[in-house]
Structure formats: C-alpha cells, structure tokens
C-alpha cells in the first residue's frame, strides 16, 4: 500500500515524543487526509477514538467535549499512559477552536495524557479558528495535491497523464473511461468542494457568482484578467472586493487562486491584477469536453495545460512553506513565475512551443537581478524533469 511521507512525520510526533501539541492535518478535498490516519490506526499500538463529524446533525461543541469525554475515558480503562484522539471534518462544528481549547486546558491542567489530531478541509476556517484559540497549542500537517513522483510511484501514471489528469489518487481508475472521470471530479469533488467546504461554512452573499468565477479561473487559468475585466465576463458580478473574496474562498479549498504581481512595493501588489492558477490541472480537464487525445494532439493546447500543470506543482509546493508565489508583468513584458523566499528570488518561464519567445525574462533580469532564471519546457529544464523537482531545492543550488 503507498503511504505517503505525511505518515512518517505523523507517526513521529505521536510516537516518539511526549504529549506536547495538538496536530493539525490540513489540506483540499480527496489528497488522503482520512487515508492517512487509517494507516497509522492500522500501525500502531496506542489506544485510539477516531470519529467524524461530516455526518453530525448538531455541529455543537457539545458534541467534541462527549467524544473527547469518550477517548479519557478508553484511555482510563485500557492500562495504557497515554490514548489518541482523532476528530476528521473538525472545521464543521461551530465554535470547534474554542471548545477543543477548554478540553486540551484541562487535561493539561489535570496531566492527562490524551494526545489529539484534528484534520480539515477548510484552510480558512481552521486557520482562523488556531490563529484566535489555539495559539501555542497546536502543530499542523499541510497534505496538498499529489506530486507526480508520487502520482507516479503509486499508480504509474505517465507526465502526459498527470498533465491532463491531475493528481487526485481516487479516481484514478477511471481514467480509462474518461467521461466517467469527468463526472467524477464534477460531482464528487468540485460540486461538494463548493458547496459544503465553502457554501456552508461560510457566508456567501451571491453563490451562483462563486461557482461561475470558478468556471471562469478554470477556463482563463494560466492568465491576466483586471477585476473589472473579470466584473465584464460576469453577469451580476457584485464589486471587485466581492470577487477578490470569493477568489480567496477558493484558494483557501484547494480549487483556485488568483496569483498576485511580484512587485517590491506590496501595495502595488495587492491591487494588482490576478493571474489565475487552477491548484490541480483535474478541474480544469473536467469541464473540458474535448478528450485526452484531441488536446494532445494539439500543440498549442496541450501547452496550455503543461503550464497550468508546472504552476499547480510550484503553487502546492509554496503552501508547504519557504517560499511565495507570484507571476510578473511590465508594459509587454511576462514572467510565467516567480518565487521568493527570503533574499532570493527565482524567474520561471515556462515554454512549450519552438517558435515562443521568452523576451520578458531579460526585461525582468534588468529590473529585479534574481539569483536565478529558469526556463522550463523548450531549450530548458523538460517539463517532465520540473514537475520532479521540489522547487524549495531551486534555492539551495
């Protein structure tokens, strides 16, 4: 069975260390989150009370002080010194940060050894919840989209497939019959990743213009679109704060981000234009009604998704921590992607046609002297061998 390297890593901390932290195994829809604590269930020899509240018809904070009262109370019959307590889908109870706050308290207070690991969905709502309750108490576990070495390793799938495909490991087995994996990501991971990730966890005052910005990230992912230019795609668009919300409600489910212009001054930057990146090439793929072999057979179509792909790799790669993410652009002038992570800042330019040219990394060179310039795809680095690469290593060499 592929495990992966998240295990270890949680494995460790429970294991191998006293009861110091509350873990956090954060990540999008589908990446193995679940998965992961069942293996580590299956392993180990520490008592453990693992529960869900996906199904929960109160979402009280009632509800986690009884399953937290159910786990003292394994730990208090089974002769061990210390018991696991695993709560999924924790985001989906109200007030979650404050009432596990209470119970983590006293058993400290009371020295109860009942280590927790809480896992979510929702990068905003728990995030938010750990940034007023929990501060000081907690570790988290980042779980993004699959890597293609990983993809790879675990089901043998080719670079062309993961580029079309994405990195979702469960319905890999329907990439044969490929309008039922179309259905697949539609039904059971972009519509519940909108509709209960963000739609009822948080307040949405248009959610028909939610999914149609989605719809069109999705469709534009890979370029430039000012919000009043997106407000033009849109009918009943709202106001540009608005969008910029909603863009951030997608980006914290792990669908859709709108990359930001890399710029010294950070309030240019933070009024600039959004450069759109899908954070898995799947949900573009999905809405696509043409096939795998049309689009590959395509050129310039094809090199769409490569780039899509390359900046879905960087863009996960970035939430791990150690570097930002952004794109660049001067009067006619583009820079695909660029990373910074501290003093260094790294050029990405991603091509994947002999006749593109890539004149805005000279321009960018001039302005901004990075520590280095990479192109990707044509006369550089094979996209095949970037998507391989951890882009923190780029750094370091």
Same mark, same amino acid.
């Given at each position: 069975?592929?495990?992966?390297?998240?295990?270890?890593?949680?494995?460790?901390?429970?294991?191998?260390?006293?009861?110091?932290?509350? $873990?956090?195994?954060?990540?999008?829809? #589908?990446?193995?989150?679940?998965?992961?604590?069942?293996?580590?269930?299956?392993? *180990?020899?520490?008592?453990?009370?693992?529960?869900?509240?996906?199904?929960?018809?109160?979402?009280?904070?009632?509800? %986690?002080?009884? #399953?937290?009262?159910?786990?003292?109370?394994?730990?208090?019959?089974?002769?061990?010194?210390? *018991?696991?307590?695993? !709560?999924?889908?924790? $985001?989906?109870?109200?007030?979650?940060?404050?009432?596990?706050?209470?119970?983590?308290?006293?058993?400290?207070?009371?020295? %109860?050894?009942?280590?927790?690991?809480?896992?979510?969905?929702?990068?905003? =709502? =728990?995030?938010?919840?750990?940034?007023?309750?929990?501060?000081?108490?907690?570790? +988290?576990?980042?779980?993004?989209?699959?890597?293609?070495?990983? %993809?790879?390793?675990?089901?043998?799938? *080719?670079?062309?497939?993961?580029?079309?495909?994405?990195?979702?490991?469960?319905?890999?087995?329907?990439?044969?019959?490929?309008? &039922?994996?179309?259905?697949? !990501?539609?039904?059971?991971?972009?519509?519940?990743?909108?509709?209960?990730?963000?739609?009822?966890?948080?307040?949405?005052?248009?959610?028909?213009?939610?999914?149609?910005?989605?719809?069109?990230?999705?469709?534009?992912?890979?370029?430039?679109?000012?919000?009043?230019?997106?407000?033009?795609?849109?009918?009943?668009?709202?106001?540009?704060?608005?969008?910029?919300?909603?863009?951030?409600? =997608?980006?914290?489910?792990?669908?859709?981000?709108? !990359?930001?212009?890399?710029?010294?001054?950070?309030?240019?930057? &933070?009024?600039?234009?959004?450069?759109?990146?899908?954070?898995?090439?799947?949900?573009?793929?999905?809405?696509?009604?043409? +096939?795998?072999?049309?689009?590959?057979?395509?050129?310039?179509?094809?090199?769409?998704?490569?780039?899509?792909?390359? @900046?879905?790799?960087?863009?996960?790669?970035?939430?791990?921590?150690?570097?930002?993410?952004?794109?660049?652009?001067?009067?006619?002038?583009?820079?695909?992607?660029?990373?910074?992570?501290?003093?260094?800042?790294?050029?990405?330019?991603?091509?994947?046609?002999?006749?593109?040219?890539?004149? @805005?990394?000279?321009?960018?060179?001039?302005?901004?002297?990075?520590?280095?310039?990479?192109?990707?795809?044509?006369? @550089?680095?094979?996209? $095949?061998?970037?998507?391989?690469?951890?882009?923190?290593?780029?750094?370091?060499?």
């Amino acid at each position: 069975m592929f495990e992966r390297a998240h295990k270890q890593l949680l494995t460790d901390r429970l294991e191998n260390e006293e009861r110091k932290f509350i $873990q956090i195994i954060y990540g999008p829809r #589908q990446v193995g989150k679940t998965t992961l604590v069942s293996q580590y269930i299956k392993q *180990t020899r520490i008592p453990v009370h693992y529960v869900s509240a996906d199904a929960v018809l109160s979402p009280q904070g009632i509800w %986690i002080s009884q #399953q937290w009262e159910a786990a003292r109370f394994l730990l208090s019959g089974s002769g061990n010194k210390e *018991t696991i307590l695993i !709560i999924d889908e924790i $985001q989906k109870i109200d007030n979650w940060s404050e009432t596990v706050k209470k119970e983590w308290d006293e058993d400290t207070l009371n020295e %109860i050894h009942l280590k927790v690991v809480l896992l979510g969905s929702s990068r905003l =709502l =728990l995030q938010k919840g750990l940034t007023e309750s929990l501060a000081g108490r907690y570790e +988290s576990i980042y779980m993004g989209h699959w890597t293609y070495p990983e %993809i790879e390793e675990a089901f043998g799938l *080719t670079p062309d497939q993961y580029v079309w495909f994405g990195g979702y490991p469960g319905p890999v087995g329907l990439i044969d019959q490929e309008e &039922r994996w179309k259905s697949y !990501i539609l039904d059971s991971l972009i519509e519940p990743g909108i509709s209960k990730d963000i739609l009822m966890l948080t307040r949405v005052d248009k959610p028909a213009l939610l999914k149609r910005l989605f719809e069109l990230g999705c469709s534009y992912s890979g370029q430039i679109l000012s919000f009043n230019k997106i407000i033009g795609q849109l009918a009943d668009a709202g106001n540009t704060t608005t969008l910029a919300h909603y863009l951030h409600l =997608l980006d914290t489910s792990g669908m859709l981000k709108g !990359i930001e212009k890399f710029s010294p001054g950070m309030v240019r930057q &933070r009024s600039s234009s959004p450069k759109f990146q899908v954070h898995n090439t799947a949900l573009i793929t999905a809405q696509q009604h043409r +096939s795998f072999s049309k689009i590959r057979s395509q050129p310039e179509r094809w090199g769409r998704w490569i780039k899509a792909a390359i @900046g879905a790799h960087i863009l996960n790669r970035s939430l791990e921590g150690g570097f930002r993410l952004y794109y660049w652009r001067h009067r006619n002038d583009e820079v695909d992607f660029v990373i910074k992570s501290q003093d260094r800042t790294i050029a990405i330019e991603v091509k994947s046609g002999h006749s593109e040219k890539a004149r @805005g990394m000279a321009a960018f060179q001039q302005q901004h002297d990075p520590y280095k310039m990479l192109m990707v795809g044509t006369k @550089g680095i094979p996209w $095949q061998e970037f998507l391989k690469v951890a882009p923190m290593e780029l750094f370091k060499s």
